[in-house]
Each structure stands twice: as structure tokens, then as C-alpha cells.
């Protein structure tokens, strides 16, 4: 089951390589970041804003 993101809690959240906002993809449960080529994961609604827990994305 898919999970939303509070709307005001994607409105503060910015990468923490780039301090660029983040684009919430509800299918993959990710925050991305475009200019980083990050994906951070949010487990059990809770997003990790770690570069290392990231995926990388092209």
C-alpha cells in the first residue's frame, strides 16, 4: 500500500547535498532529487535524508 507525504512536510524537505526541492514519487516511495540524480527512500512514512541510504538515478 502506497503512502502519501504530507504536503507541508515536501514544502520544507530539500536535498541535502544540493538544498534543492524534492519531487515526491508516490509508487516508488522516493524523494527525488533531479540535480543530485538521488532517489531517498521513506520507510514506513518516515523520509531518510541520508546520501548514502540514496539510490542513484540516471
Do not use: F, H, N
Not at 504530507?6 to 522516493?30: F, G, H, M, S, Y
Not at 540524480?37 to 531518510?48: N, Q, T
Amino acid at each position: 500500500m502506497s503512502k502519501e507525504i504530507d504536503p507541508k512536510l515536501l514544502e520544507i524537505l530539500v536535498c541535502p547535498l544540493t538544498k534543492e526541492k524534492l519531487e515526491w514519487d508516490k509508487d516508488a516511495q522516493e524523494l527525488i532529487s533531479r540535480k543530485a540524480k538521488l532517489a531517498y527512500p521513506v520507510r514506513d512514512g518516515i523520509p531518510i535524508m541520508l546520501p548514502e541510504e540514496a539510490r542513484k538515478i540516471s
